[in-house]
């Protein structure tokens, strides 16, 4: 059975773009693959959070994980710094990723551009340590975002040219996946580039948000002032305000908005009330079991430490083999 690896950093409430682009894939590959699905928690110290807030985030991403029905029977689930071999494994992969291919990394000139005050070696070697994150349980499968395309193509690098070094096959190759026909990219709502957590309160839509805050946020949603012309392309603000429909509504109401807008009979307010109902609904049973699995601080114990025992046996033996390989003392 094939292995699949996937994380989301502990850097706060998981969003729309998160749940369809990561999460709702998680879901459907437990029954079907050998699957590890963790916590970032490494990763999340690139913008130093303090501890109060390190340790709420990483706890609200589990109780989002099992609230979304993530199942520690089915998969293993664990915090990445519960997993020590993982920080091993980065020290030997950074010896193979060079400089000038991490400065070129998508996401490494935009971490520096959004925060040019705080360009850490951290920050640099993140796909390294995302790498090891795949490469420990020998996954082939990484349910991921469009945003991480990039990475897993760097993961393949680092794998390959392990291998090429020690003359070994020892690494397999990942590749990310989604069940769609594309990787997804969900749009965020304040008219211009992808939902992130960074990019404002009012642009992202959080499995927690309530029915009041969602409503008010997509309300509030940049528009423009309607099409003028029958069947004129969409702008941007509008694209994006078709595409989150698409994730969250039916075909029918996707086709009957569509087709109003083609006809210039399209009424915004209507648009974005349906849009706003659609994603209530959707996010409706996660939102529903947060506060009580928040509350059960006994099972999100249990549920980590097991997964910590899972993931470690699996990572151990990676760390003991790659050690091998290396020639580190073998007397
Ligand atoms: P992170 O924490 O930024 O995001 C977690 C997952 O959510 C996806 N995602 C989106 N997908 C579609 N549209 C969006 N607007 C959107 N925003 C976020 C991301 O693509 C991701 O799948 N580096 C990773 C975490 C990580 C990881 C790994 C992932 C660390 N090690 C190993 C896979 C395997 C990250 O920062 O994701």
Partial sequence: METVVSGIRSTGKLHLGNYYGALRNFLKMQNEYNCFFF???????TTHPTPSDLHGNVKQVLVEYLAAGLDPDKSTLYIQSDVPE????????????????????????????????????????????MAVDILIHHATKVPVGKDQEQHLEMARTFGNRFNNLYKTEYFKEPYAFSYAKDLIKIPGLDGKGKMGKSEGEMNAVYLSDSPE??????????????????????????????DLMAVVSTPDTLAHFDG????????????????????????????ERIDDISAD???????????AEKARASAAKTVKEVREIIGFRNF
Avoid: W
């Fill in 39 to 45: 916590i970032a928690d490494y990763h999340s110290l």
């Fill in 86 to 129: 993982i920080a091993e494994l980065y020290l030997f992969m950074n010896m193979n990723a060079y400089l000038g291919e991490l400065e070129r990394g998508a996401s490494f000139k935009d971490k520096i551009r959004a925060n040019p005050n705080n360009v850490n070696a951290g920050l640099l070697t993140y796909p390294v340590l």
């Fill in 213 to 242: 805050i969602i409503r008010k946020k997509v309300m509030k949603a940049v528009t423009d002032g309607g099409p003028t012309e029958e069947n004129q392309a969409k702008p941007q603000e509008i694209q994006n305000l078709f």
């Fill in 260 to 287: 109003l807008y083609n006809k210039c009979q399209i009424r915004y307010g209507d648009f974005k009330k349906a849009l706003a109902e659609d994603m209530i609904n959707a996010t409706k049973d996660i939102r």
């Fill in 297 to 307: 601080t006994d099972l999100l114990r249990k549920v980590a430490l097991q997964g």
